[in-house]
Nanobody, 123 residues
Framework: VQLQASGGGSVQAGDSLRLSCAASGRSISSYDMGWFRHVPGKPREFVAAIKSTSSNEYYADSVKGRFVISRDNAKNTVYLQMNGLKPEDTAAYYC?????????????????WGQGTQVTVSS
């Protein structure tokens, strides 16, 4: 499965953005999906994840209550709605996928990655 992330941009603190991760090659209906972010010089950081059945969602404490992950299997797309953005949310955001991810917060659990989309939040 190929993943294409989009929707990043430069915004002010408090603004909202919606990232999209469009999949191709295979249906993502059987895949667990995740979003991670990366700032140069720091480890890749878990942001959010959603199980294939949409029965469970997972969030990093730093984004809980502000970000919402969702998926539309008919459109083969996963979304990350980001509200109340803060300067510390500035990073390149990546979507990831794999079948039966046991530990959604762990990047090595995912075998498929999209390219990053940059989010820059200014104060």
């Amino acid at each position: 499965v190929q993943l294409q992330a989009s929707g990043g941009g430069s915004v002010q603190a408090g603004d909202s953005l919606r990232l999209s991760c469009a999949a191709s090659g295979r249906s993502i209906s059987s895949y667990d999906m995740g979003w991670f972010r990366h700032v140069p010089g720091k480890p890749r950081e878990f942001v959010a994840a959603i199980k294939s059945t949409s029965s469970n969602e997972y969030y990093a404490d730093s984004v809980k209550g502000r970000f919402v992950i969702s998926r539309d299997n008919a459109k083969n797309t996963v979304y990350l709605q980001m509200n109340g953005l803060k300067p510390e949310d500035t990073a390149a955001y990546y979507c990831a996928a794999d079948i039966v991810v046991l530990r959604p917060q762990e990047p090595h659990e995912y075998g498929y990655w999209g390219q990053g989309t940059q989010v820059t939040v200014s104060s």
